[in-house]
């Protein structure tokens, strides 16, 4: 029996080292770009559709686009995240999710650079903010960063990047094909540092109900030549 599990268990090592190498060699072959503005300018013929916005604390919504950059601004007037004594859990996250439809040069291929939530910020001593980003095409892995934020903060307007590292996160595929589609979810959550020893403390993003905007999400995209 302990043969029996000691193969089971090389055949398992066996599939992840295959699915790691299919993985590379799914990999875009790409050109080294010489400068940070090389990967932020989109080439010309490419298109950007926001397909659907949609989530808990993500409607409704408007967007705007940089025609140079491609980036996109998702506007979400009424989002706003609270925690603290009295209030309930559901108030104390967030999450959206965003559809992209992208049409590009089939020599070019892209990800997302950074995800950036602009809001006023407050976080008492003991509350931390919990960002988890990731974005994926169909059928391909995801690219996942989570980070954390804590307090004390004062209450002041503030963008908080989430990046992505282009080089090590999924790109799109270089042949040429049609529009491709890329999944992005943002998930912003208010918590206790020590979920054990509460200090009573509280906080919030999203700027107030009396001006225009509660967050805006940004997302930079990266531009990326492939070799012929």
């Not at 020590?194 to 993003?205: E, K, L, Q, W």
Request: proline share 7%; with cysteine.
């Amino acid at each position: 029996m302990a043969g029996v599990g000691l193969r089971f268990y090389q055949y398992l090592a066996f599939l992840s080292v295959l699915k790691l190498l299919s993985i590379a060699l799914a990999a875009p072959n790409l050109q080294t770009q010489s400068t940070e503005d090389d990967v932020n300018i989109a080439p010309l013929g490419v298109n950007v559709t926001v397909v659907t916005t949609f989530g808990p604390g993500c409607s409704p919504a408007w967007h705007e686009m940089d025609p140079q950059t491609k980036a996109v601004t998702v506007h979400l007037p009424d989002t706003q995240i609270e925690f603290g004594p009295g209030i309930h859990p559901n108030s104390s996250r967030m999450h959206c999710r965003v559809d992209f439809l992208i049409q590009k040069p089939q020599d070019w291929t892209y990800g997302i650079q950074s995800i950036d939530v602009t809001g006023y910020f407050k976080l008492d001593e003991g509350v931390r903010a919990f960002f988890l980003g990731d974005y994926y095409f169909p059928s391909d892995p995801w690219s996942v960063v989570n980070e954390d934020f804590d307090g004390p903060f004062s209450h002041s307007l503030y963008t908080y990047s989430v990046k992505f590292p282009l080089w090590r996160s999924t790109l799109a595929s270089c042949s040429p094909s049609e529009a491709s589609r890329i999944t992005t979810q943002t998930s912003i959550r208010l918590r206790d540092i020590d979920a054990g020893n509460s200090t009573g403390g509280s906080g919030s993003v999203g700027i107030p109900h009396h001006l225009d905007d509660g967050l805006t999400l940004t997302y930079q995209f990266g531009w990326v030549k492939c070799l012929g």
